[in-house]
């Protein structure tokens, strides 16, 4: 409002300079053409005192505070009358435009040039309009003819103007604005009823996968698990039975037993890793303790480090971070070939962080959002929820570089 308001205040004192100058073209034309032309005798091309009291007489009816000064010239550049009669008789090289004017019949307006020698006695009068335009003598013979203007006559002029657009201008431009108010609270209010469902859809969508998860775990645990149990219990029995009949098939059926615990086994890690049961009990911090404490237990060295998390996260910041450190953890695994990797997690109560960095071979990551085949899906995905929770996740990494993941997401 406030741009639009000084642009129509410069467009207006413009137009109405434009104007002002306007009306002094006309003014003088009226002058010049109208009044002095017709008692313009032909002695004044010379400046005989009888032609040149005959225009004076004209001019000092016409003249008003605004006229400052007024000047005719022969063709030659001889001042042959002015209302200043130190000037006359005294010769000046003609300009350009001035020259054109008399020669073309053109009337000209432009701001006085008060340095040039024939301006010198309205050097004290401030900023000057000048005006000329060519009269006739009876013989036909051109003079110029210039008249002067104050120029705040111009410039008051654009006030004048703008001051009567002013009220009109101002108050369509407040009226403007008060119709606006309302439409920009309705569409702030629409905005965050959007973003809250946005969140809550999340939300939603989070639990929904918790509770698959904590189902699928569960099915597993009292399914598959314990069927395996069974199987592992009846081999173990199975080859104390044949031990003394059947060293051999003994054998086999230990080495079986041993293989269905370690299946085991491995089914209740990732049990934990499916749904971790401590991350909503104890806090992210426990919770990924033991997902590097499995990561230790895969060849690679795991560490971690923790800042401002005595209080607990959010259960949806908690899920999102402890996701983008499984999907971390589990590409430093697959993919890096990695020795060791630096989990650091932080809460400064605006929003949570978590970096993960590795010293394996690193990877282009240009090519990462057409490479899903080999693991790196998860990455994508996990975009997508830190963006719909106001968070972001980023991955940078070079060959041979290693990779740092960082993920952040705000805390209320």
């Known amino acids: 409002m406030v741009l639009v308001g000084v642009t129509t205040a410069v467009a207006?004192?413009?137009?109405?300079?434009?104007?002002?100058?306007?009306d002094a073209r006309t003014t003088t034309l009226v002058i010049a053409q109208g009044l002095v032309e017709p008692h313009v005798q032909n002695g004044l091309l010379t400046g005989q005192p009888a032609a040149v009291q005959q225009v004076r007489q004209v001019i000092?009816?016409?003249?008003?505070?605004?006229?400052?000064?007024?000047?005719?010239w022969n063709a030659s550049g001889t001042i042959v009358y002015s209302d200043e009669p130190r000037l006359e008789g005294s010769k000046y090289t003609l300009g350009k435009d001035e020259l054109a004017a008399l020669q073309q019949g053109r009337i000209e307006a432009d701001v006085s040039d008060l340095s040039r020698p024939e301006n010198r006695y309205e050097r004290g009068s401030g900023k000057l309009l000048e005006v000329y335009l060519p009269i006739r003598t009876p013989s036909g013979k051109r003079l110029l003819f210039?008249?002067?203007?104050?120029?705040?006559?111009?410039?008051?002029?654009?006030?004048?103007?703008?001051?009567?657009?002013?009220?009109?201008?101002?108050?369509?431009?407040?009226?403007?604005?008060?119709?606006?108010?309302?439409?920009?609270?309705?569409?702030?209010?629409?905005?965050?009823?959007?973003?809250?469902?946005?969140?809550g859809l999340l939300r939603q969508a989070l639990e929904a996968s918790d509770i698959e998860r904590r189902r699928i775990a569960a099915d597993l645990h009292d399914g598959v698990v314990q069927d395996l149990a069974g199987v592992a219990?009846?081999?173990?029995?199975?080859?104390?039975?044949?031990?003394?009949?059947?060293?051999?098939?003994?054998?086999?059926?230990?080495?079986?037993?041993?293989?269905?615990?370690?299946?085991?086994?491995?089914?209740?890690?990732?049990?934990v890793e499916i749904y971790p049961p401590n991350l909503f009990e104890e806090g992210l911090e426990a919770a990924l303790t033991d997902l590097l404490a499995r990561t230790n237990g895969r060849g690679m060295r795991a560490s971690l480090a923790s800042d401002g998390l005595s209080e607990p996260l959010p259960p949806l910041v908690a899920g999102l971070l402890y996701r983008a450190a499984q999907e971390g953890l589990r590409n430093a695994l697959s993919h890096a070939d990695a020795e060791a990797v630096t989990v650091r997690v932080a809460n400064d109560d605006v929003q949570a962080t978590l970096d993960i960095e590795?010293?394996?071979?690193?990877?282009?990551?240009?090519?990462?959002?057409?490479?899903?085949?080999?693991?790196?899906?998860?990455?994508?995905?996990?975009?997508?929820?830190?963006?719909?929770?106001?968070?972001?996740?980023?991955?940078?990494?070079?060959?041979?570089?290693?990779?740092?993941?960082?993920?952040?997401?705000?805390?209320?």
């Open 146 to 199: 210039e008249a002067y203007y104050d120029y705040a006559g111009v410039t008051a002029s654009g006030r004048r103007i703008w001051r009567s657009f002013a009220p009109v201008s101002l108050g369509a431009l407040i009226a403007l604005e008060l119709v606006q108010i309302p439409l920009a609270w309705s569409l702030a209010r629409r905005l965050r009823q959007r973003q809250r469902e946005r969140e």
């Open 358 to 412: 590795d010293n394996g071979v690193g990877f282009d990551t240009s090519a990462l959002r057409d490479n899903t085949s080999n693991g790196h899906f998860g990455l994508i995905g996990l975009r997508a929820l830190f963006a719909d929770a106001g968070g972001v996740l980023t991955v940078t990494s070079e060959p041979g570089q290693g990779t740092h993941m960082h993920a952040e997401v705000p805390v209320q």
């Open 60 to 72: 000092g009816d016409v003249s008003n505070r605004s006229l400052r000064r007024v000047k005719i």
């Open 12 to 22: 207006s004192r413009r137009i109405g300079e434009r104007e002002a100058i306007v």
């Open 233 to 271: 219990y009846e081999l173990a029995g199975a080859a104390r039975r044949e031990e003394a009949t059947a060293p051999t098939t003994a054998e086999l059926l230990d080495a079986s037993a041993a293989e269905v615990r370690e299946t085991i086994k491995a089914l209740r890690s990732l049990l």
